[in-house]
C-alpha cells in the first residue's frame, strides 16, 4: 500500500468514526467544545399568553456561569420550567425549558450570549491565567 492509499484510507476511517460517535450520542446531552446558545419554540401548549421555549447553552465551565444565566433570565421575568446540565471536560451544556413572552425571545437570546461571551473574556484577561511579570492587556 503507498502513502497516499494509506492515507487516504486513515482519512475515510476518521470521517466514519466521526459519523459513528454523532450517532451514538443522539439522545444524550453532550456539550460541544464551541460556545453556543439554541433557542427554539417548542410543541407544549402556551400557558396563560406565554409561550413554552426550549433552549441549550454550550460553554467553557466556570464557577459562576449558573448564577449569572438564572440572574440574567430572572431580570427578564423568565419562568423556568425544566433544566439538565451536563459536563465533559472543562466544557458544560445545560438544557432548560422556559415559558415567555414571544417578544422576549431576542432578549433571552441576547441575555444567554452576554453571558457566555462575559465568561471566555474574563478567561482571556483573568489575572489567575497571567503570568505574574506579565503587563496585564486591556480591550475598550
Known amino acids: ?82 433544566a439538565e446540565l451536563s459536563t465533559l471536560g472543562d466544557h458544560m451544556k445545560i438544557i432548560f425549558d422556559f415559558t415567555a413572552d414571544e417578544n422576549l425571545l431576542r432578549s433571552v437570546r441576547e441575555a444567554l450570549t452576554s453571558v457566555i461571551e462575559k465568561g471566555s473574556m474574563s478567561l482571556d484577561y483573568s489575572p489567575r491565567t497571567m503570568l505574574p511579570n506579565k503587563r496585564r492587556r486591556y480591550c475598550l
Open 1 to 82: 500500500m503507498d502513502k497516499a492509499t494509506l492515507l487516504a484510507e486513515v482519512i475515510r476511517q476518521v470521517k466514519q468514526l466521526q459519523i459513528n460517535a454523532t450517532q451514538a450520542s443522539l439522545g444524550l446531552l453532550m456539550p460541544k467544545d464551541v460556545d453556543e446558545v439554541k433557542i427554539e419554540k417548542s410543541d407544549n401548549a402556551a400557558v396563560n399568553g406565554s409561550l413554552t421555549f426550549h433552549a441549550s447553552v454550550s460553554c467553557k465551565h466556570r464557577p459562576e456561569l449558573l448564577t449569572d444565566i438564572k440572574r440574567a433570565l430572572v431580570e427578564l421575568k423568565v419562568n423556568i420550567e425544566r
